[in-house]
């Protein structure tokens, strides 16, 4: 019990950081006692709130604030029967449209390495700026995320803690709330990747209620980098990529090379096409997700209630933000007919191509490192006049790996000149998800 305690004593300390959007303490101290009147050892969980909880669930939109879903999520369950203890759900951009954790209906999530009382303070990342501030702040030893283009592993870099992206299907999509079907996958955070592996062990398995849901193999692992075939592509070292990024990144290359890893220059020349391409496809996928919002059965609805159309128009306009909006529109534009073939079909190509490069590159060798961002946090005063117009040069680092539905860990790799911490991504085959934790686990091990 003195674990989720002190756990619930810090979120408490942290409120002004706004990472939560509901505080469950009392649940929590429920689930502590079943957990140990089951010999199991409680340990305390934050949840993104876009997983189903039976207590509240609002994916940081007015649209869902007064929403009870009857069900937990899969992964949630798993959770709690492990010895999980739900301290709260964490704050994010609403409905999982952003980089910043700063467009949700219940205000921003502001990291811990910065004042929350300030009227400036660093962006978390996003989508899952919650659940990535949640663990550096060590309110959690697990903090569940999703990852649909880099919302874990963006969150991650930027404060400082492992953000891993399983295999596409390895972990439940059961009870989350969707963005992309074919894209999104929930995610872990935590303090290692050791640890991340060992929360991918609790949670993961067939669930017959997902049926995109795949075992993982066994295999052994590894437990050096001697010989280990490292892939660097030459398409990652863009015109967005920072000096202190790009010196990090070159660190840790070498800090494999000196362990005797084998460095191999490696060329993805259609990574320059994937930020369109995930554009398009999770537009078309937002689009169709976000049309069961009516505000018939659930969800915010407007007083404006002349005729069934203006209820349905004035009652979304009212809840959604302006990037949902904007994604909406756009999704709804590429799915008619006359521009299907256009934007939707031409990504759908771009995509399996994006997809065999990268298999291709894992015939030569067996891991691939990138940077995560361009850089360290930024400000959310350098990002506030633009946060609803453009598109994050972030996501460029790492959507490719959704995509591909290949395993992506980002891994805490030194500070840039500020003093801000900065991440490396690891890339693997599919399925290859045990290898890449052992690989992250061994490059950290060294730069401590």
């Known amino acids: 019990m003195h674990r989720i305690e002190s756990a619930i004593e810090k979120a408490v300390k942290f409120r002004s950081h706004g990472i939560f959007i509901s505080e469950t303490f009392e649940l929590a101290r429920r689930q502590a006692r079943d957990a140990i009147e089951k010999g199991l050892n409680p340990f305390p969980v934050a949840v993104k709130d876009c997983f189903l909880t039976s207590t509240s669930t609002t994916c940081?939109?007015?649209?869902?604030?007064?929403?009870?879903?009857p069900m937990n999520a899969t992964v949630v369950d798993r959770i709690v029967a492990k010895g999980g203890c739900i301290i709260g759900k964490?704050?994010?951009?609403?409905?999982?449209?952003?980089?910043?954790?700063?467009?949700g209906h219940f205000g921003p999530v502001k990291s811990a390495l910065s004042e929350a009382t300030s009227d400036d303070w660093l962006i978390p990342g996003g989508s899952s700026g919650g659940s990535a501030v949640a663990v550096q702040t060590g309110i959690a030893d697990l903090a569940v995320g999703s990852d649909t283009g880099g919302s874990t592993r963006n969150p991650a870099a930027f404060n400082g803690v492992f953000g891993f992206k399983p295999t596409y299907g390895v972990l439940s999509r059961s009870g989350l709330i969707p963005l992309v079907n074919s894209l999104d996958s929930p995610s872990i955070f935590a303090t290692s990747a050791e640890s991340c592996w060992k929360?991918?062990?609790m949670l993961s398995g067939i669930d017959a209620a997902d049926s995109t849901s795949v075992n993982l193999p066994?295999?052994?692992?590894?437990?050096s980098i001697e010989g280990l075939k490292v892939g660097i592509p030459a398409e990652y070292n863009n015109e967005c990529l920072s000096d202190d990024a790009w010196k990090l990144w070159n660190h840790a290359a070498n800090i494999l090379e000196r362990q005797k890893a084998q460095i191999i220059?490696?060329?993805?020349?259609?990574t320059k096409y994937s930020l369109a391409c995930y554009s398009v496809l999770s537009a078309a996928d937002i689009a169709s997700n976000m049309a069961r919002y009516d505000s018939v059965a659930y969800g915010h609805r407007s007083k404006m209630e002349n005729s069934t159309y203006e209820m349905?128009?004035?009652s979304r306009s009212e809840s959604l933000n302006t990037v949902v909006r904007k994604r909406i529109f756009a999704g709804n534009y590429m799915l008619m007919k006359q521009y299907r073939e256009l934007y939707l079909e031409k990504a759908l190509k771009v995509r399996r191509k994006i997809s065999n490069e990268i298999?291709?590159?894992?015939k030569k060798v067996d891991i691939i490192i990138t940077p995560t961002?361009?850089?360290?946090?930024?400000?959310?005063s350098e990002l506030r006049d633009t946060l609803f117009t453009k598109e994050d040069d972030d996501d460029y680092f790492t959507q490719a790996a959704n995509l591909a539905g290949i395993p992506a860990i980002s891994v805490p790799i030194g500070k840039g000149c500020n003093g801000l911490p900065i991440g490396v991504q690891l890339m693997a085959n599919k399925l290859q998800d045990k290898t890449l934790c052992n690989i992250a686990q061994l490059l950290y091990s060294r730069v401590l």
Request: with cysteine; proline share 7%.
């Open 60 to 69: 940081a939109s007015q649209m869902l604030e007064n929403y009870t879903p």
């Open 90 to 103: 964490t704050n994010l951009d609403e409905f999982c449209m952003g980089t910043s954790s700063a467009l």
């Open 199 to 201: 929360y991918l062990e």
């Open 218 to 223: 066994e295999i052994e692992g590894i437990k």
């Open 265 to 270: 220059p490696i060329s993805l020349p259609t």
């Open 312 to 314: 349905y128009a004035s």
């Open 359 to 362: 298999r291709d590159a894992f």
């Open 373 to 380: 961002a361009t850089g360290t946090a930024p400000k959310y």
